[in-house]
């Protein structure tokens, strides 16, 4: 099955800094899902995103489907930010997930 | 309000104990899923279903069982023979199934088995 990688594992950011996620998979897909994981647990749909760039706010996601890896950008980090950060890539009719990265945004 | 819940947040068992886990969801999706979390890990596939009265084992299926009689359930039951069942477990749903729906998720059931 697909293979999917997230870099870094963790990363601490003071408020107002910009930070790059990266996702790498093992073969082509036709779509790659970002979610953010808050505190309590919930995963929240961020992007879904075939190729190319999409926005929303101060996130932005591009994904290059032919290079396979996809990057979640966060401007202007707060608080709220903190969380884990997922993508996933869909490989028949199951999503495989990577190992997240973690982030953490100080005030 | 359309979504995913499940029931309960919190779940404690003692060992040796089926427990049941509830998902329900109303955004009229043919495809419902469920995923176990460990600390500090991604997601993993435990069983899918993409209609009803059919479900297909996923990465993790060993000690569990599922049910699909309704379009909009998804139960989940954690049988004695799973061997390290405490977890938080995490139901999903798409409208169709394949490459080209994207999946919704509940807020998760954290189980405790002692």
């Known amino acids: 099955g697909i293979q999917v990688e997230q870099s870094p594992p963790d990363l601490i950011l003071q408020e107002g800094a910009n930070s790059t996620l990266r996702c790498n998979f093992s073969?082509?897909?036709?779509?790659l899902q970002w979610f953010h994981q808050n505190p309590w647990g919930q995963l929240i749909n961020l992007f879904y995103i075939p190729s190319g760039t999409k926005q929303n706010g101060r996130l932005s996601a591009t994904t290059v489907a032919t290079e396979r890896y996809s990057l979640l950008y966060i401007s202007s980090s707060q608080t709220t930010d903190s969380g884990v950060y997922f993508c996933a890539a869909p490989s028949g009719s199951r999503l495989t997930f990577g190992e997240g990265t973690q982030l953490t945004v100080n005030p | 309000d359309g979504g995913i819940t499940q029931s309960p947040k919190y779940l404690f068992r003692k060992e040796g104990q089926n427990v049941t886990l509830s998902c329900e969801q109303n955004?009229?999706?043919?495809?419902m899923y469920w995923y176990r979390q460990d600390p500090g890990q991604g997601l993993r596939l435990i069983y899918y279903s993409q209609i009803v009265n059919d479900f297909q084992k996923g990465d993790i299926a060993e000690g569990y069982s599922v049910s699909r009689e309704k379009k909009e359930s998804f139960p989940l039951t954690v049988t004695s023979a799973q061997k390290n069942p405490t977890a938080f477990y995490l139901c999903?749903?798409?409208?169709?199934?394949?490459?080209?729906?994207?999946?919704?998720f509940g807020p998760g059931t954290r189980l405790t088995v002692t």
């Open positions: 073969d082509s897909v036709n779509n």
């Open positions: 999903a749903s798409s409208a169709g199934s394949g490459p080209a729906y994207e999946q919704y």
């Open positions: 955004l009229n999706h043919d495809a």
